[in-house]
């Protein structure tokens, strides 16, 4: 994380914070987030059925990628951080699209711009950054988003 003055939150608005660790998404995680959301769709959680596929294997959750946007995210070395930060919260999506499935065995990472900073009160800073989850060794990134954070100073 980078450490910065609130007041310079604005001067980072269009710049890339960086990209974070890559992180392999196994079977086993894909099949824990099946139990933990009730989806157990065959081309999560079966390996015979799902080789019949045009993928050729199990794919990700699209949830289960974007559910890791978090912890991908804390790895983001230059990922802002106001000095004096009380807390953070996730304030939503104002865009979120699935691009390409992740196959069992693939890694992800996510790189971070950060789209806007304004005050919404005193205090009160909502950050909208772009993040784009790339698959690595493919063209076309797992995910695209822009995510809502609410800083608390």
Not at 71 to 90: C, H, T, V, W
Not at 101 to 130: C, I, M, S
Not at 131 to 151: H, N, Q, R, S
Request: proline share 4%; charged share 25%.
């Amino acid at each position: 994380m980078k450490v910065v003055e609130v007041a310079s939150l604005t001067d980072y608005v269009g710049k890339e914070l960086g990209a974070s660790d890559w992180f392999q998404i196994n079977q086993d995680r894909i099949d824990a987030f099946a139990d933990a959301t009730l989806d157990h769709q065959f081309i999560h959680v079966d390996p015979d059925q799902a080789k019949n596929t045009p993928f050729g294997t199990t794919i990700a959750h699209g949830y289960l990628t974007l559910s890791l946007l978090p912890y991908l995210q804390a790895s983001i070395d230059g990922f802002l951080m106001p000095k004096g930060m009380k807390m953070a919260m996730n304030y939503g999506f104002d865009k979120l699209r699935f691009m390409a499935p992740v196959k069992q065995g693939k890694r992800v990472r996510a790189v971070a711009t950060l789209l806007d900073a304004t005050e919404k009160r005193e205090g009160q800073w909502l950050l909208k950054f772009a993040f784009t989850v790339e698959i690595e060794g493919e063209d076309k990134p797992a995910l695209v988003a822009e995510w809502l954070l609410m800083y608390f100073v």
